[in-house]
């Protein structure tokens, strides 16, 4: 006879940066060299990476996990399932980092991207996955979620850019913000959108185009 | 060519958001073979849109981590853990997640054959036979198990004064089982 005993929850933490290492998104004076230097060290890391460099890729993870998860969970709407996508996203970095294009954008972009891919990916297929993801999205913006995790945003020295970034949507047109977080953070195609909200398909496009202009020009220059 | 490149901004903008609908898509894909993959204002657009659309990701808080996932990932990215497939090797998805899962990611895979019964939350499920001595250590707390086709797959951790040791994963061959829940999942 073998007795089962519930585990406790597991505790969490914080990534701690590695002795010597800079804490992620410290900063330095001169926002145009912490600009270079962040895209550099990013690029640095995954040159690394591709060399087998175990150290880098626990920088890389460091630096993005924390944020890659949130995402992730933002979009399934479960917390394990998040966990996977990061998992899987990571290990498709440690796997491929040639699919790293420098052409094509920052390291932020690129990992931020494959996990925003691959939640969507798993929402659409999965009807349970999709129904829940929809009703929670129907329900709130990321605007009002609850700061609750400021001293985790602090902690992760990512507090300017995330005020900017909702900074950035709050100032949308609603119709355009709406449209925006409906696809990115509800996983929505354009064309349910339109049938969501009982609109013309070009009316959605045309506003998510305005929308995404607007954040463009707002978010230039942002950086961590 | 300007208002080609509106038209390809507004497919680029749903694309980066991961909103554009199959068709589109395809559309998007023919005006950018008829611009050329050396398309300066394309290429441009695509980056832009990528940034913006990776810069929306940190809208969110962050949240903190299960304080093993670095290393479980580190691990099996390096092979020294080994990652539990499935029965039938599906590709991930929810279904596969929650199996493969016990509350983190997947475990090493330890290869236990055992005999012993299991008994959780009132559901029994009989004797598991194999042919060896090997058992699930004492003090051992079970994350996990999941049953298919005679087989069981337990995941358990160990714990100690001071360490809690990774979930470990165990297969036992069971004969004779009553009909198995896919996956219970305790932590």
Avoid at chain 1, 32 to 45: A, E, N
Avoid at chain 1, 168 to 197: C, D, K, N, W
Wanted: aromatic residues 6%; glycine residues 8%; hydrophobic residues 40%.
């Amino acid at each position: 006879m073998f007795h089962t005993t519930l585990l406790p929850a597991p505790e969490s933490r914080m990534p701690e940066p590695r002795a010597g290492e800079r804490p992620p998104g410290e900063r330095q004076p001169g926002a145009q060299v912490v600009v270079d230097l962040t895209g550099s060290r990013d690029r640095d890391l995954v040159t690394r990476i591709a060399d087998g460099d175990e150290e880098a890729f626990r920088g890389l993870f460091r630096r993005y996990a924390a944020n890659a998860s949130a995402l992730a969970k933002r979009i399934v709407r479960q917390p394990f399932l998040a966990e996977e996508i990061v998992q899987e996203t990571f290990l498709a970095v440690w796997r491929h980092p040639e699919g790293y294009d420098e052409e094509r954008g920052t390291v932020k972009a690129w990992l931020m991207g494959m996990v925003h891919h691959r939640a969507v990916d798993l929402v659409r297929r999965e009807e349970s996955q999709r129904r829940r993801a929809e009703s929670a999205q129907a329900q709130d913006s990321v605007l009002e979620d609850a700061d609750v995790a400021e001293s985790v945003v602090e902690e992760l020295g990512v507090p300017e850019e995330r005020k900017a970034v909702r900074a950035a949507l709050g100032e949308l047109p609603p119709e355009q913000q709406q449209v925006i977080e409906l696809m990115y953070f509800g996983g929505l195609t354009q064309s349910a959108i339109a049938e969501r909200l009982s609109l013309p398909l070009g009316t959605v496009k045309s506003r998510t185009l305005l929308g995404m202009r607007r954040l463009r020009t707002a978010l230039a220059g942002i950086e961590r | 060519m300007m208002r080609d490149h509106e038209l390809i901004e507004e497919l680029i903008v749903a694309r980066a958001l991961d909103g554009i609908d199959p068709a589109d898509e395809r559309t998007l894909e023919h005006e950018q073979a008829a611009h050329g993959a050396d398309c300066l204002e394309c290429r441009r657009l695509e980056r832009e849109y990528a940034e913006v659309a990776g810069k929306l990701a940190f809208a969110v808080a962050p949240e903190a981590l299960r304080p093993e996932l670095e290393d479980e990932i580190v691990g099996l990215a390096t092979g020294s853990v080994a990652r539990l497939e499935p029965p039938g090797g599906r590709e991930p998805s929810i279904d596969g997640a929650q199996r493969r899962r016990g509350g983190g990611v997947l475990r090493p895979l330890v290869a236990i054959a055992a005999a012993f019964v299991l008994f959780v939350g009132g559901w029994a499920v009989g004797s598991l036979t194999s042919g060896d001595d090997a058992t699930v250590p004492p003090g051992a707390r079970v994350v996990a198990f999941e049953g298919a086709n005679g087989k069981l797959a337990v995941a358990y951790r160990l714990y100690s004064a001071q360490n809690i040791v990774p979930s470990v994963l165990a297969h036992f061959d069971a004969n004779n089982t009553a009909p198995m829940p896919v996956l219970y999942r305790l932590a």
